[in-house]
């Protein structure tokens, strides 16, 4: 049985209490009953379940800092050049003291109640402050943490201290919701498993290393099956596995081990590594990367969709499709990536080739890149070149315009 979400005005959003972003936002929405799964979700839960499934507490905790009006007035710069423009304005308002987490992500969470409207700016290996100023690899300003909807598409953030361009405020763990032991909202998981070039709603890119069969890609949610019965876990773990059966959790980033999720760090113990907010011990959760095994791991289940339902779009029509170079044995054919809307993600891209008339086509070739290389044509012959995209759950887009090659003889 699904547990009934905290109910919530999206102006009680507070310092102190509340939830960030809108109630129709994917954080704050209960999934469906008897959603749509992956056809893979158990291979893919298996990977998942391969290794720890980790609380980080401390070093790789999220510090959330509240500015004011009166807070210090930081100048920031983004070294990371080569992305773009910083997404975080030039000057912002910083708690003094405010410092990164001691993690390699170097994580700072800032938000701006004095901004209208409420503003959150979130850092990506930010160094401590010093002299006024501020610098950060990268990181993303989410709009309006009130009733805006924490995700890049349709507005809400812009760039991200995770890999996919959602704003990583709304699936923090919080302290307080620990203490309350109810956590009314999806949470942020972090795997060594996330896919290289497959993402999906509501992520917006993947930073994924994974190319290991049924990797996870970013972006997608979840679930602790519910009719599984958790009343005698310890109680952080119990708070933990009814979030993750009620509202499920979203792969925002890549790390370390198979299945990581993202607590609120304590400004106070940020730097001090081994030592845990007493928040979270009292409830069980002992240590840094505490690992939880009292939640029926093997019960977690992978939706198709963020919304629950199955995904029967196919995704977009390829286009822009090219041959960058030939060969006597075939070509490289460069193309726009497509897209899938809010579902289950372009997981592939298949090369097919025909003859000159059109006739014979054969898949040649396939892969996540919008590159793709065929390597079995023969020499002085003509060649049609089309691709087409499939997602996550075997939807196929039709074909692309066709690109004509001829091969050379040698």
Not at 38 to 53: D, L
């Amino acid at each position: 049985m699904l547990v009934a979400p905290l109910a919530h005005a999206d102006s009680a959003f507070t310092a102190t209490s509340g939830l960030p972003f809108a109630t129709t936002s994917v954080w704050n929405t209960v999934i469906r009953s008897s959603p749509a799964l992956m056809p893979n979700s158990a291979s893919i839960v298996a990977n998942v379940n391969s290794g720890e499934h980790t609380a980080d507490l401390n070093d790789y905790a999220i510090p959330i800092y509240n500015a004011t009006a009166s807070s210090p007035t930081v100048s920031v710069t983004c070294t990371n050049t080569g992305w773009g423009t910083c997404p975080i304005p030039s000057t912002i308002h910083l708690p003094a003291g405010a410092i990164p987490n001691a993690g390699s992500d170097g994580v700072i969470e800032d938000i701006d109640w004095s901004t209208n409207p409420v503003t959150a700016y979130e850092f990506w290996q930010a160094n401590k402050p010093a002299g006024g100023a501020i610098s950060t690899a990268w990181g993303g300003t989410a709009v309006d943490v009130k009733t805006g909807t924490g995700i890049a598409a349709g507005g809400g953030t812009t760039g991200s201290a995770t890999a996919t361009n959602v704003s990583r405020l709304a699936g923090d763990i919080r302290m307080r919701e620990i203490s309350a032991g109810l956590i009314p909202h999806a949470l942020e998981v972090a795997s060594v498993f996330t896919c290289t070039g497959y993402f999906r709603y509501p992520a917006a890119k993947t930073d994924g290393p994974s190319t290991v069969a049924n990797c996870i890609p970013e972006g997608a949610r979840i679930q602790l099956d519910p009719s599984v019965n958790i009343s005698s876990l310890p109680a952080g773990q119990k708070a933990i596995a009814k979030a993750l059966q009620t509202y499920g959790a979203y792969v925002c980033d890549t790390a370390n081990s198979p299945f990581a999720l993202a607590f609120e760090g304590d400004p106070s113990l940020i730097g001090q590594s081994g030592q845990v907010p007493a928040v979270y011990s009292n409830a069980g959760l002992s240590w840094d990367y505490y690992d939880m095994n009292s939640i029926p791991w093997s019960s977690l289940r992978v939706l198709q969709q963020s919304n629950g339902a199955a995904d029967t779009t196919a995704p977009a029509t390829v286009t822009g499709v090219t041959a960058t170079s030939t060969a006597a044995n075939g070509a490289t054919i460069a193309f726009n990536p497509s897209s899938d809307g809010q579902g289950s993600g372009v997981a592939t891209y298949n090369l097919w080739r025909g003859d000159a008339s059109y006739n014979n086509w054969v898949r040649v070739a396939s892969g996540s890149a919008t590159t793709l290389t065929d390597t079995t044509a023969s020499p002085s012959t003509t060649y049609n070149y089309a691709v087409r995209a499939q997602d996550g759950v075997g939807n196929i887009s039709l074909s692309s315009a066709t690109v004509t090659v001829t091969t050379p003889s040698s």
